[in-house]
């Protein structure tokens, strides 16, 4: 129980407000695995879901992988508690998105390769999108475009290889699978929204605009990157006469957070909502009906089809 003790203790965390502080004498840590002995899996922890999905689909039985953010939790403004801090110590691959949404693994990063922790921080792999409403803030949605989603499947090949390269050819195996995936599910948003009547989609949460990009759509949010925050009376106003200027039929809202937003505007303008799954996070019950990646993207492309009157 001491020894437990002493090593909760070396990875307590202060959080209040902006400030993170964790303790500094990580040397009294268990020491860090250097490789991974023959029939063991490789500790992969991820900071939300995303990328805990991708780590699976890479691995496949090879690893055992966790998240930081809890089922059903926005990460966005999500604290990490002691234990989750020490899993991340203890990690031999530790997955963050970076640009901004998981900032508290931004922190730790410098400590955690100081371990010897494989880290690969996805925001590096890929370049940013800025966002106006937040004064030009890196937008960190990139996960959401099945493109920008191969590089991060490669960079997460990469790093399990090199801490386990006796599993090289597995990783390379289960990667070359969701690229291929991946590519499919690219071609399929292509075609479902090449023939549409509208382009425009109005969202409570500023996360689609890497989608919207690449498949020729325009964006209009009440709301910067926080799914939290909430529009001026002016905003609200201003964006109901866009609606009906331009003929939009359906106010996205989101998983995970309230859907009172755009009920408001939906009500204001006539129009109906819709829901557009940013995979933030999957709730409890999505995870027990076998929902992940795949499957809500493409809920989220009949539900766009919909609301944006696409040809069949």
Not at 114 to 126: D, L, Q, Y
Not at 143 to 160: H, K, N, T
């Amino acid at each position: 129980m001491k020894k437990k003790f002493l090593i909760m203790a070396t990875v307590t965390v202060l959080i209040g407000g902006a400030c993170f502080l964790w303790v500094k004498q990580s040397d009294t840590l268990p020491p860090q695995k250097y490789s991974t002995a023959p029939g063991e899996k490789l500790s992969v922890v991820a900071t939300f879901y995303p990328l805990q999905n991708f780590a699976e689909m890479v691995g496949g039985d090879a690893v055992h992988v966790v998240s930081i953010v809890p089922a059903g939790t926005e990460p966005h403004e999500y604290e990490p508690t002691p234990q989750d801090i020490l899993q991340a110590y203890q990690a031999d691959v530790f997955l963050l998105n970076g640009a901004g949404v998981d900032a508290w693994a931004e922190k730790i990063r410098p400590e955690l390769e100081k371990r010897g922790v494989k880290v690969v921080e996805m925001a590096t792999f890929v370049t940013p999108l800025s966002n106006a409403q937040e004064n030009n803030a890196p937008d960190p949605h990139f996960w959401l475009d099945p493109v920008l989603a191969q590089d991060e499947i490669r960079a997460i090949r990469d790093a399990l290889s090199a801490r386990d390269s006796a599993r090289e050819e597995v990783y390379t195996h289960n990667a070359d699978t969701a690229l291929v995936a991946l590519a499919a599910l690219d071609t399929e948003y292509r075609t479902g929204l090449a023939v549409c009547t509208l382009r425009t989609i109005v969202t409570t949460h500023d996360a689609f605009a890497y989608l919207a990009e690449r498949y020729g759509l325009k964006t209009l949010s009440l709301a910067g990157l926080s799914p939290e925050a909430e529009p001026s009376p002016r905003v609200l106003a201003e964006m109901a006469v866009t609606v009906r200027q331009e003929g939009i039929e359906y106010i996205f809202f989101e998983t995970l957070v309230s859907p009172k937003v755009a009920e408001t505007l939906a009500q204001e303008t006539g129009v109906k909502t819709s829901v557009f799954n940013p995979l933030e996070g999957l709730t409890d019950a999505e995870r027990q009906a076998g929902e992940n990646y795949f499957t809500i993207m493409r809920q989220n492309l009949t539900h766009l089809r919909i609301a944006l009157k696409c040809q069949p």
